[in-house]
């Protein structure tokens, strides 16, 4: 297993990269390249005690660094020696078997589109992160595509419940529609059409969808899955992100008042610690990116060295996991039929 | 002043409502009128050791009640002698100020639409709950209109502009859009149409508009008016609940495990107390009705007397705040020119 990393992304680059990598590689027993700028890698390993990368530890030079500043959507071609065309051009051409990086979210979603591909038949790639509910339930689409047909939702859905069985290890995953009431007919048309569709997979036997879910008993994990559009499941995710800050800031206000609420924070410190623990997105590594022909997993912007290696923990299970091939080969349950009229046009 | 007040409705209904509506008379100096079954009433009135109605409190008798079971589209007209219907009928002639229900959301927003009409010219009504969120910023809509057209938007921007400033007092407030990144251009069709309605909005100095408001920063305080289609907004305000709940149940884990931690807990009581009070939405009352041409609060379903007494001060705030004169004088800044064929068509 060969993982690829994309040693020039996020806030903390190369150092974090590298040092994931090199956890990565003494602890999981996976080949880790860093693809990036070449003096740098070597003097973050430097800096980490290594003269030289370790077995198993390769370095491919790339000269340019895709930042904030590019246009995500043409950064991979207008810097085609970037770590991020470099390293994604090495998981296409096979020489690795999944793409970590911890750099622009847009940018990796469009060079992860147009170099690596989608898989055939899959319209629209979606980001699945897992969350930090009870159950660790998984979004999907968490906002690669904002605007969405009942036909990408349900191909989320196919994808979506595969991840959650193959990497999760859930038999079954209960796959729910985020909407606005539990009742069928709640939601906009979107949502209507779409829970016809997931209706039918279900009755047929390839997802186990068990209707429609409210955000509310979502967070506190009613189902394994919860499919929405990028738009909607943007602003899930990012509503819940926001909640457990503000809330996690206010009990810190609260044990840090006086002597006595500081002494009592001592005396839940273990508490403390499990609670920190399920608000760390450090835990997961990263969010996976379904339908993308070849494993791809976006890192935190912020990850330190021990989430990159989470990551690439995560990657290479999706590698091994089948997901893609379980993808491919239902990918004719996973489409409408095209209508008369556009398929003359074809 | 003079609140009718909807007796049946809700989870508690009679006696919340009836405790709500004394301690309103009692403390607030407002007149109110009980409508629903009279034996009932007065069945809890004595409970609450009153033989009868103190003055400034009126029985208004009604045979019927709206259920969770009714149709919520038709109830209204099936149920013409239920508390809903008088209730809403006695606002609509002049005998009240406003209306307070905690009864069925979908019953009350078809039979405040219907029975009391919309504004002339606004199109769709729409929630607007205060959220406990630092600032106390408002959601409009939170689902009252899952489908949304740019032009909705824009009337809902300016209705939660007007209630933040007549009645949580904001001079200016801050109206963002919620979407899923702050720079311009992002999200769907409909977000992009708005902010461009939006943005002249603020151009010709009728709102404070700021703006795209990602979901993490709004639960944050960001903004004082979080303008959404009813189908986000819902998923906003449920996700942002949930969270809340999740997090305080781990919190009251934490407390309970042993008797350290129990005794950590008497330590910081009074900061539990402010993060209990933080999240208690009885604190505010009720969520406004607007768009409707008189107005209208819905008490969440589970008030107990002291929500339902704030949903009555609420009420009698925004009877006397002119928000709905602002709305009437306003009316032709929120409307978007008719497209020639379909003024034809009118």
Do not use: W
Request: aromatic fraction near 4%; glycine fraction near 10%.
């Amino acid at each position: 297993m060969k993982i690829i990393i994309d040693a020039m992304g996020g806030d903390n680059a190369p150092r974090s990269n590298v040092e994931g990598a090199l956890s990565a590689v003494r602890e999981l027993g996976v080949e880790c390249v860093l693809v990036g700028q070449g003096d740098e890698i070597l003097a973050a390993l430097r800096e980490l005690g290594c003269d030289a990368p370790p077995p198993g530890l390769e370095i491919v030079h790339a000269s340019e660094v895709v930042t904030m500043e590019d246009n995500a959507a043409t950064a991979f071609k207008e810097k085609k020696d970037s770590s991020l065309t470099v390293g994604l051009n090495l998981v296409k051409d096979g020489k690795g078997d999944a793409f970590v990086s911890a750099g622009s979210t847009g940018a990796l979603l469009s060079a992860a589109t147009l170099v690596t591909k989608r898989i055939r038949g899959i319209r629209r790639a979606a980001m699945a992160p897992q969350l930090p509910v009870p159950g660790g339930a998984i979004l999907i689409d968490a906002g690669a595509t904002a605007e969405c047909t009942p036909e990408y939702l349900l191909q989320f859905a196919f994808m979506g419940s595969y991840y959650a069985e193959h990497i999760q290890g859930k038999p079954q995953p209960r796959v729910g529609l985020l909407n606005i009431g539990a009742e069928e007919g709640k939601g906009t048309a979107l949502q209507k059409e779409t829970h016809a569709l997931l209706k039918k997979a279900d009755e047929e036997g390839r997802i186990h969808f068990t209707g429609n879910v409210e955000a509310r008993e979502a967070v506190l994990g009613a189902v394994d899955v919860i499919v929405a559009d990028g738009y909607s499941g943007n602003i899930f995710l990012k509503t819940l992100e926001g909640t457990a800050l503000f809330l996690a800031g206010e009990m810190k206000k609260m044990f840090k008042k006086n002597l006595l609420t500081k002494l009592s924070a001592v005396m839940v410190s273990s508490g403390i610690r499990d609670f920190k623990k399920l608000l760390d997105s450090r835990e997961v590594g990263g969010t996976a990116l379904l339908g993308i022909s070849r494993p791809v997993i976006k890192a935190h912007g912020s990850s330190d060295g021990y989430a990159i290696r989470n990551a690439i923990a995560q990657a290479a299970k999706f590698a091994s996991s089948g997901i893609i091939e379980s993808v491919t080969e239902n990918i004719e349950y996973m489409r409408l039929p095209v209508m008369k009229e556009e398929a003359e046009k074809i």
